[in-house]
């Protein structure tokens, strides 16, 4: 069974600080990689996707994936309080449903 | 991004009624749209894979005969929640897969259904 593991939190950072998410996924043949930011009682929305090895930058935000160790992480450089949320970690093999973790807790304290 | 709508963004009804949702995405095609269901402060729940013009795909579980789900053309799907009850009451959500953004999947805003 496919599995994408996350820590709970919830993890605290100050504001202004780097936010580090980690996410780890059991099956090796999947592709594609995606990080979801929900905010409480929304719908996720898409902040990140990667499909290669190694860091894509967006903005303030830094995902990077290492096939090899399965793991998949989130960098959010210059935290904001906006930034709270919970974030979702989600991988897909081709055009299969995606299989989300459990998501992480981010609060950002002012 | 793309753009997907949901309506309505909520819904209140007496036990026994049904309830449609619609969703919609509104600037690509999406051969395949999902349903999902969430439960206050839990994950994200997939119910079904809708495929344009063929019969849903639902996850061991749900019920097809109680939840409805029509993908008639490539930009609408519809959730009908057939005799719904209380614990029905739920944050349904649908998403789209884009092939345009190389199979990014694009979420509605979500319709809060409360059953009475």
């Known amino acids: 069974q496919k599995e994408v593991e996350q820590n709970s939190g919830p993890l605290s950072v100050p504001e202004g600080a780097i936010a580090s998410l980690n996410c780890t996924y059991s099956?090796?043949?999947?592709?594609?990689f995606f990080w979801y930011r929900q905010y409480s009682g929304k719908s996720p929305e898409l902040i990140m996707s990667?499909?290669?090895?190694g860091d894509k930058e967006d903005g303030r935000f830094t995902a990077q994936l290492n096939k090899a160790s399965q793991y998949v992480s989130l960098l959010i450089r210059d935290s904001q309080p906006s930034d709270s949320a919970t974030y979702l970690c989600?991988?897909?093999?081709?055009?299969?449903?995606?299989?989300f973790g459990k998501g992480t807790r981010l609060s950002v304290i002012a | 991004g793309a753009v997907v709508s949901q309506h309505p963004s909520w819904v209140i009804c007496k036990s026994g009624t049904s309830v449609k949702i619609e969703c919609r995405s509104l600037?690509?095609?999406?051969?395949?749209m999902f349903w999902y269901r969430q439960f206050p402060k839990q994950s994200l729940m997939l119910m079904a894979t809708?495929?344009?013009?063929?019969?849903?795909?639902?996850e061991q579980g749900v019920e097809k005969d109680k939840f409805l789900i029509n993908h008639a053309s490539l930009t609408l799907s519809t959730l009908t929640v057939t005799s719904a009850h209380p614990e029905d009451s739920s944050f349904y959500i649908c998403?789209?897969?884009?092939?345009?953004?190389?199979?990014?999947?694009?979420f509605g805003p979500g319709t809060r259904l409360t059953v009475l």
């Open positions: 998403s789209a897969l884009s092939g345009r953004w190389v199979g990014e999947q694009f």
């Open positions: 099956d090796r043949v999947s592709q594609s």
């Open positions: 990667i499909y290669s090895n």
């Open positions: 989600a991988v897909r093999e081709g055009n299969t449903p995606l299989v």
């Open positions: 600037d690509f095609q999406a051969t395949t």
């Open positions: 809708s495929n344009e013009g063929s019969k849903a795909t639902y």
